[in-house]
């Protein structure tokens, strides 16, 4: 980051940003509280942003604590990411009304004016894989275009990576470098927290005028450096992206797919979580009277027996192939689709695996 190019401010500068949001019109989705993790919401007031909270994460493993330190970014990512924002778990696409004779069609809802608030860099690489995916392929998904034309997001640094991120390895974070319009700081100084924000974008710039803020010091610029140098040497699971996508290449008869198979119970949770899965199916409902039919885009996943389903029977019946397919698409054979790993390095599916399966330790073994 060029120096000159850090604002600083304390809290009081990033309840102006939320004020002056809030504004122009956007709805504002940001990191909160709620059953017991650090999910993703709307915000209607700056205080609804979880604030003064840590987590500790372990394969299959997730709790919050309050903290004395009362920042707002002093966790790692839950179990939701941005992409149910731009890729909804479930979306209408049309609807239709009438009999046979005479029908009327109408699309689903159109996307609404976002910012997203507290995007972690492993979150925002994963944005820029969802980008690759629908707008630059063959087919360009409107929806997702839509949203993302109208979308602001103010990303933040991870101060406390959990023990299951691992984006060093996958060379995506803990600092967000870019894809943002603003990205946020925290650093706890000797006199409480304060924030350094640098921009991203001429949108990030004109917001930034508004509050007039000073540029941050030379001190306070090097503890920035200092807090991302220690996040990044905190996390321990390590593998180099571009050995493993060969690796899973040459070892697709190992036994170590039967084993993990056997302990995978095809729960389809670590693809719910993951940022950069997209797979869908569609369905198609209708009244009784047949005079009104809907079709629905909803999120599906490679561990649902269906999802392999063609006709005479499934391509992938068993989970150890399930288990297979998803781990050597995601970090092997989506080099070919989409030029880059499949994975951000994020943990999520390593936390909310409910049998604490772990992809890099499935590496690890693969390479032994
Ligand atoms: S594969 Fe796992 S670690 Fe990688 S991006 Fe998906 S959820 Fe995160
Ligand atoms: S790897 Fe874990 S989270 Fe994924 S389908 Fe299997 S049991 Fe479920």
Not at 196 to 207: A, D, P, R, Y
Not at 216 to 223: D, G, I, K, T, V
Not at 230 to 254: D, G, I, N, V, Y
Not at 340 to 360: A, E, F, N
Request: proline share 4%; charged share 20%; hydrophobic share 30%.
């Amino acid at each position: 980051m060029a120096k000159h190019h850090a604002f600083r401010t304390d809290i009081k500068g990033l309840i102006s940003l939320f004020s002056q949001l809030s504004g122009q019109g956007y709805s504002q989705i940001g990191p909160l509280v709620r059953d017991g993790a650090i999910m993703l919401g709307e915000i209607q007031s700056f205080d609804d942003l979880a604030q003064g909270y840590t987590d500790e994460q372990a394969q299959g493993h997730y709790r919050i604590k309050p903290i004395p330190n009362k920042g707002l970014f002093q966790y790692a990512v839950g179990p939701q990411s941005f992409k149910q924002y731009l890729h909804p778990p479930r979306r209408k696409l049309w609807s239709t009304n009438g009999t046979n004779q005479n029908f009327t069609v109408e699309t689903g809802d159109k996307p609404q004016k976002m910012v997203f608030w507290g995007v972690r860099s492993c979150d925002l690489e994963a944005i820029k894989i969802l980008d690759r995916v629908f707008l630059e392929g063959a087919f360009v998904n409107k929806w997702y275009q839509q949203a993302r034309e109208q979308l602001l997001i103010i990303a933040a640094s991870c101060p406390l990576p959990s023990a299951n991120c691992f984006c060093t390895s996958t060379h995506t974070g803990p600092k967000p470098e870019s894809g943002f319009d603003l990205g946020v700081h925290e650093i706890s100084g000797n006199n409480g927290i304060y924030y350094l924000i640098e921009t991203g974008s001429q949108k990030g710039e004109k917001l930034i005028k508004k509050l007039q803020l000073q540029w941050a010091s030379a001190e306070e610029l090097e503890s920035m450096e200092r807090m991302i140098e220690k996040a990044a040497s905190s996390m321990k699971k390590r593998f180099e992206p571009t050995e493993a996508a060969e690796l899973l290449k040459k070892t697709l008869e190992h036994k170590y797919w039967d084993e993990v198979g056997n302990r995978c119970l095809s729960c389809a949770n670590c693809t719910m979580v993951c940022p950069t899965c997209f797979c869908t199916s569609t369905e198609d409902i209708t009244d009784i009277t047949g005079e009104h039919s809907e079709r629905w885009l909803r999120w599906d996943s490679c561990f649902n027996g269906d999802f392999s389903y063609i006709q005479g029977g499934k391509v992938r019946g068993s989970t150890p192939a399930r288990y297979r397919q998803w781990m050597t698409h995601k970090l092997s054979y989506w080099y070919h689709q989409f030029g880059t790993s499949g994975c951000v390095g994020c943990g999520r599916c390593v936390t909310w695996c409910p049998v604490g399966i772990d992809i890099t330790e499935g590496l690890e073994e693969l390479a032994r």
